[in-house]
Nanobody, 128 residues
Framework: QVQLVESGGGLVEPGDSLTLSCTFS????????VAWFRQAPGKEREGVSC????????YYADSVKDRFTISRDNPKNTVYLQLNSLKPEDTAVYFC?????????????????????WGQGTQVTVSS
């Protein structure tokens, strides 16, 4: 059984940084495409960043490009999301997700409908 557990969220001030972690169990991360999504109050869940295993690629939402960085450590079965220069509008519950299916385009890689395994989410609040 695939399990994903996020950690690292918290309350920070604008301009601060956070590192979110997502640890996998039950499967080998080597075989999965992974992504981070977020959902703010009253808004739909949106794709933030994804890391496709093959062909290798990384994509970001325009709103976080140059501020967030996704990475994976396959031996540790862990995916990370580094959040820098945080803004109040980054406040949301952040979810990690995974799928073994092929994701051929940026829109699929960032599309929540294409992911089958989800974590429970971790809250990030950016406020002064």
């Amino acid at each position: 059984q695939v399990q994903l557990v996020e950690s690292g969220g918290g309350l920070v001030e604008p301009g601060d940084s956070l590192t979110l972690s997502c640890t996998f169990s039950g499967v080998s991360l080597d075989n999965y495409n992974v992504a981070w999504f977020r959902q703010a109050p009253g808004k739909e869940r949106e794709g933030v960043s994804c890391n496709r295993r093959s062909p290798r690629a990384t994509y970001y939402a325009d709103s976080v490009k140059d501020r967030f960085t996704i990475s994976r450590d396959n031996p540790k079965n862990t995916v990370y999301l580094q959040l820098n220069s945080l803004k109040p509008e980054d406040t949301a519950v952040y979810f990690c997700a995974a799928t073994a299916n092929y994701l051929g385009t940026r829109s699929r890689c960032l599309g929540e409908l294409f992911y089958h395994h989800w974590g429970q989410g971790t809250q990030v609040t950016v406020s002064s």
